[in-house]
Nanobody, 125 residues
Framework: QVHLVESGGGLVQAGGSLALSCAASGYAFSSLHMGWFRRTPGKAREFVAA????????LYADSVKGRFTISRDNAKSTVSLEMANLKPEDTAIYFC??????????????????WGQGTQVTVSS
């Protein structure tokens, strides 16, 4: 089973940028669709972005489209989330997740079988 570890969270001012990274181990990374989700206290986990195995297909939540960019490096077994023009409402714990499915990448959290421990992103106003 794949093991995922996120890094790169922190505190940033509104309008700033931050990059998250997720390192995978223990499985053939290039066979996995990967996703980023986030959760704030009192709210359900929310889809942020997803990327297909070969990186050719990407999905974004409307709330982050145009500001966030998901990418992956299969040689390094990493998936990244570049976040720009951050807003206070982007404050959350961000999780990367792995989808073993042969289908297309999805925003459906139940398709993702393995999750990282999360990394906190805080955007101050």
């Amino acid at each position: 089973q794949v093991h995922l570890v996120e890094s790169g969270g922190g505190l940033v001012q509104a309008g700033g940028s931050l990059a998250l990274s997720c390192a995978a181990s223990g499985y053939a990374f290039s066979s996995l669709h990967m996703g980023w989700f986030r959760r704030t206290p009192g709210k359900a986990r929310e889809f942020v972005a997803a990327i297909s195995r070969n990186g050719e297909v990407t999905l974004y939540a409307d709330s982050v489209k145009g500001r966030f960019t998901i990418s992956r490096d299969n040689a390094k077994s990493t998936v990244s989330l570049e976040m720009a023009n951050l807003k206070p409402e982007d404050t959350a714990i961000y999780f990367c997740a792995a989808d073993y499915s042969i289908l297309q990448p999805t925003e459906n959290e139940y398709a993702y079988a393995v999750w990282g421990q999360g990394t906190q992103v805080t955007v101050s106003s």
